[in-house]
T-cell receptor, first 109, second 115 residues
Framework: TQLLEQSPQFLSIQEGENLTVYCNSS?????LQWYRQEPGEGPVLLVT?????EVKKLKRLTFQFGDARKDSSLHITAAQPGDTGLYLC?????????FGKGTKLSVKP | GAGVSQSPSNKVTEKGKDVELRCDPI?????LYWYRQSLGQGLEFLIY????????KSGLPSDRFSAERTGGSVSTLTIQRTQQEDSAVYLC?????????????FGDGTRLSIL
């Protein structure tokens, strides 16, 4: 069974701080996606990474896919209250996605 | 609208009743997924439809759960003889045709509460 472990489960920080959240697995994935979900809404895709070692930047967010395509990280620089939400990673398998349980981020002003 | 539409947005029912949840995917999207999300948790895969292929039902938790997709578009998830542990948010997503693992576009879910 393919599993994705996300850490930390909860993170509460002050506005302006930097943070990194992790997504780890013992399985290789063909691609990995990161989503953000706000209360009462469905997840929204942030980025897809497909190549081992790939790094993608989206404004203050930096995503990295591990060389072996088993893990990924999301780094946020100078976090803002608008970054608050549940961050989910999802690994691509045979047509469907395997989701981690998410990191719940709270950024306080 | 242009996005995935789910209805109802909220459903409260008594234990033992049957419920039907509806999903209208984005037009032209060939893949449709159902997930269940318990409070503050990640997404539990339920079922996946891809075009005219047989659906992947491997995530359905029991035979009380079933889903259909008519005409390759609208999908209905049915839960029979509901139990309190069925209380959760049920999310639907669709994705466009093309290579596997296309990004999924989610609806806002149906929040199901079993009394």
């Amino acid at each position: 069974t393919q599993l994705l472990e996300q850490s930390p489960q909860f993170l509460s920080i002050q506005e302006g701080e930097n943070l990194t959240v992790y997504c780890n697995s013992s399985s290789v994935f063909s691609s990995l996606q990161w989503y953000r979900q706000e209360p009462g809404e469905g997840p929204v895709l942030l980025v897809t990474v497909v190549t081992g070692g790939e790094v993608k930047k989206l404004k203050r967010l930096t995503f990295q896919f591990g060389d072996a395509r088993k893990d990924s990280s999301l780094h946020i620089t100078a976090a803002q209250p608008g970054d608050t939400g549940l961050y989910l990673c999802a690994g691509g398998s045979q047509g469907n996605l395997i989701f981690g349980k998410g990191t719940k981020l709270s950024v306080k002003p | 609208g242009a996005g995935v539409s789910q209805s109802p947005s909220n459903k409260v029912t008594e234990k033992g009743k049957d419920v039907e949840l509806r999903c209208d995917p984005i037009s032209g999207h060939t893949a449709l997924y159902w997930y269940r999300q318990s409070l503050g948790q990640g997404l539990e895969f339920l079922i996946y439809f891809q075009g005219n292929s047989a659906p992947d039902k491997s995530g359905l938790p029991s035979d009380r759960f079933s889903a259909e997709r008519t005409g390759g578009s609208v999908s209905t998830l049915t839960i029979q003889r509901t139990q309190q542990e069925d209380s959760a948010v049920y999310l639907c997503a669709s994705s466009p045709p093309g290579r596997v693992n296309q990004p999924q576009h989610f609806g806002d879910g149906t929040r199901l509460s079993i009394l």
